[in-house]
């Protein structure tokens, strides 16, 4: 990784669920769309692949609120990195 990452905790069995910026919905809000987008597209997933099936699901989360309207999304694995109509 190129930036610092700093891991932050919530201690959930002395009932704390936030403090401050620091949460877990929004990995557990990944891991939903990763998992229902796994059953539903691919249902199943090989070893071989799974780096690049995280790779698409981290990007689809990352742009989930770009204003894309009705274009399709293409993911820059996969192409030039341009998104584009059909």
């Known amino acids: 990784m190129d930036r610092p990452y700093f891991h932050h905790s919530v ?19 990944f891991f939903s769309t990763l998992k229902n987008g796994l059953r539903g597209t691919y249902h199943s997933v090989s070893r071989k692949w799974l780096r690049g099936y995280l790779n698409e699901y ?17 993911h820059p694995s996969r192409s030039s990195g341009v998104i584009s109509g059909s």
């Open 58 to 74: 981290a990007w689809r989360y990352n742009h989930r609120d770009d204003d894309l309207g009705n274009v399709p999304r293409a």
């Open 11 to 29: 201690n959930h069995s002395a009932k704390v669920y936030v403090d401050g910026n620091v949460h877990a919905q929004t990995i557990e809000g």
